[in-house]
């Protein structure tokens, strides 16, 4: 009996170990950018700045849509700079097609996860 037990408390130091070092998923935030007409918009352009109100660091990061109206933006290096407790982001987004004019939202996003937003631009 005791051998059972000395066996079952080895196996669940192996599981252990395992889950502990399995990789940590990318953090990236995917946007749709859709037109008044709830169309996709490629090469809109798209940027993130990180709500200091809310904790998050100072962050700037501007891309463009691709032919699909999709924008990607990988935050793990601003997540690495985090504290190891925090695991949420806090951005104000903002979004533009050939306009001058800026439609914005406010989003999160949490650490190892894919977080996906969806932006309607103004007229």
Do not use: Q, W
């Amino acid at each position: 009996m005791r051998s059972g037990s000395l066996v079952l408390v080895l196996l669940s130091c192996v599981l252990l170990t395992f889950a502990a070092c399995k990789s940590k998923e990318p953090t990236v935030l995917k946007v749709y950018v859709r037109s008044n007409n709830h169309i996709l918009v490629p090469d809109a352009t798209v940027r993130i700045i990180g709500d200091i109100s809310e904790g998050t660091p100072e962050y700037f990061e501007e891309t463009t849509t691709n032919s699909g109206g999709v924008a990607f933006f990988n935050l793990d290096e601003l997540f690495d700079s985090f504290d190891k407790e925090k695991n949420t982001a806090y951005f104000t987004l903002y979004a533009k097609d050939t306009t001058d004019l800026y439609t914005s939202k406010k989003i999160r996003t949490k650490m190892n996860l894919t977080t996906v937003e969806s932006i309607t631009l103004s007229e």
